[in-house]
């Protein structure tokens, strides 16, 4: 299956450095990561329970974290 723009772009990773040859190259988080990290700090510092969270189920939360990422990549790719 062919890959979205917002999954290339989410593959990116979001430092980059200029090598002594002269090329760039990428380290780090991807942006995927970095968003999803955000937006569960978000999440987390707003207080905010997904359904199931309560009962000790922290993936949900992590779960709820990558899926706006997600949909944030996917948005920004639009034109």
Same mark, same amino acid.
Request: hydrophobic share 20%; charged share 15%.
């Given at each position: 299956m062919e890959k979205t723009k917002g999954?290339? $772009?989410g593959e990116q990773r979001i430092y980059s450095m200029l090598d002594p040859n002269g090329s760039f190259t990428q380290y780090g988080?991807?942006?995927r990561e970095h968003f999803?990290?955000?937006i569960m700090q978000g999440l987390v510092?707003? $207080?905010f329970t997904p359904t199931g969270f309560?009962?000790?189920n922290e993936n949900n939360l992590a779960e709820l974290a990558v899926k706006?990422?997600?949909a944030l990549l996917e948005a920004l790719?639009?034109?």
């Open positions: 999954q290339l $772009n988080l991807t942006k999803a990290g955000l510092e707003n $207080n309560q009962n000790g706006c990422s997600n790719s639009k034109p």
